[in-house]
């Protein structure tokens, strides 16, 4: 069965820092994984994503994440947080293999940037 | 308006009424998901569209759930003999890719409560 954690409720990290944003992942077969934003009251806005190739990503707003295999890990990942990048973020992922074509999303991690 | 259209945003309802939820997918995308998102939960599957293929069902909690998409556009999800536990943010999603690699772009979501 597909799942995935992200193992932080709630990041909170000062403006201009680095932040980092945990997902770890278990499926079958070699995973397909996203990173997904949202703001209040807004669907999700895509950030990036990893399907194969170079291990790490990079998305939309300055976001990055890396694909650790041996970890099963994909953690999105930022060099200086700005204030507008509070949000919740979800992790989700898609065994192909399974056929399956939807997403299997964490429970989501909220980041506060503080001014 | 490019993006995906659901409606209604909010939706009230009593318990034991049935409710129908709009969703307008972005033109010319072949696949559509519906995905429930509770209170301090990820995101849950219910059903997935692709183009006049048999959607899958295989997230949908009861058989008081169900959906169509008529002419490969519009989808409409249905409630019957609401509960409270099914008071949720119901999101739409849609992508133009069948092979999973695919984005799924998301509506803004109906917000659905029931008293």
């Known amino acids: 069965a597909q799942s995935v954690a992200q193992p932080e409720d709630q990041v909170n990290v000062a403006e201009g820092n680095p932040l980092t944003v945990k997902c770890t992942y278990s499926?079958?077969?070699?995973?397909?994984l996203f990173w997904y934003v949202q703001y209040p009251n807004r669907g999700l806005q895509f950030l990036l994503k990893?399907?194969?190739?170079?291990?790490l990503v990079k998305g939309s707003y300055g976001f990055e994440a890396e694909f650790n295999k041996s970890q099963t890990s994909f953690h999105l990942k930022k060099p200086s947080a700005l204030v507008s990048d509070s949000a919740l973020y979800f992790c989700?992922?898609?065994?192909?293999?399974?056929?399956?074509?939807?997403?299997?999303f964490g429970t989501g991690t909220r980041l506060t940037v503080i001014p | 308006g490019a993006g995906v259209s659901q409606s209604p945003s909010n939706k009230v309802t009593e318990k034991g009424k049935d409710v129908e939820l709009r969703c307008d997918p972005i033109?010319?995308?072949?696949?559509l998901y519906w995905y429930r998102q509770s209170l301090g939960q990820g995101l849950e599957f219910l059903i997935y569209?692709?183009?006049?293929?048999?959607?899958?069902k295989s997230g949908l909690p009861s058989d008081r759930f169900s959906a169509e998409r008529t002419g490969g556009s519009v989808s409409t999800l249905t409630i019957q003999r609401t509960q409270q536990e099914d008071s949720a943010v119901y999101l739409c999603?849609?992508?133009?890719?069948?092979?999973?690699?695919?984005?799924?772009?998301f509506g803004a979501g109906t917000r659905l409560s029931v008293l």
């Open positions: 033109s010319g995308h072949t696949a």
């Open positions: 499926v079958s077969g070699n995973p397909y």
């Open positions: 990893y399907i194969t190739g170079d291990n």
């Open positions: 569209f692709q183009g006049n293929s048999a959607p899958d």
């Open positions: 989700a992922v898609r065994a192909p293999q399974t056929g399956a074509n939807n997403l299997f």
């Open positions: 999603a849609s992508s133009t890719a069948q092979t999973g690699e695919g984005i799924q772009y």
